[in-house]
């Protein structure tokens, strides 16, 4: 039941998301968070893997243990605007959130540690992708006035 809701409202990831990232081996952080539901606003327990600038996750660490597995939602550091404490917000200790242009996802750590160890991380990634990514456009800017 819970698969076809997730076909029925989109929230299946694109295989473009994770195809050619080994989100299986050694990922830069991996570890069990608490996620609030995008549509859903339940709180649901899940693994989640940081690997190549994508926050990956799965319903236990076996889901993703495998080449054939298939995420239950991917979210792209490059893509992502900020992530920071989100105690203030909902009033639950270890709890963060990350924000895109479209959306803001929170999520809750077992301790204060993983937390921080987490929006480190994650942080980190957003930097290291969205600097990457800019520099890219600056290339291919300066490539298009060359040409011109």
């Not at 694109?14 to 299986?24: A, K, L, Q, S, V």
């Not at 327990?45 to 054939?68: H, Y």
């Not at 959130?97 to 937390?115: G, I, N, Q, R, Y």
Request: charged share 25%; glycine share 6%.
């Amino acid at each position: 039941m819970e698969n076809l809701w997730r076909v029925a409202t989109g929230q299946d990831p694109n295989p473009e998301d994770y195809t050619g990232i080994e989100f299986w081996s050694n990922p830069e952080r991996a570890g069990w968070l608490t996620k609030q539901g995008d549509y859903i606003k339940t709180w649901r327990r899940r693994w989640f893997v940081l690997k190549q600038g994508k926050l990956f996750w799965f319903k236990d660490p076996a889901a993703a243990a495998a080449p054939s597995s298939v995420p239950r939602g991917v979210i792209s550091a490059a893509t992502s605007l900020t992530v920071k404490g989100a105690e203030d917000v909902l009033h639950k200790p270890f709890s963060f959130e990350l924000s895109t242009p479209h959306s803001t996802m929170f999520f809750v750590a077992d301790c204060d540690k993983d937390k921080e160890d987490w929006i480190n991380s994650i942080g980190r990634a957003i930097v290291l992708h969205s600097r990457s990514h800019a520099h890219s456009e600056v290339l291919d800017y300066e490539n298009k006035a060359t040409n011109s």
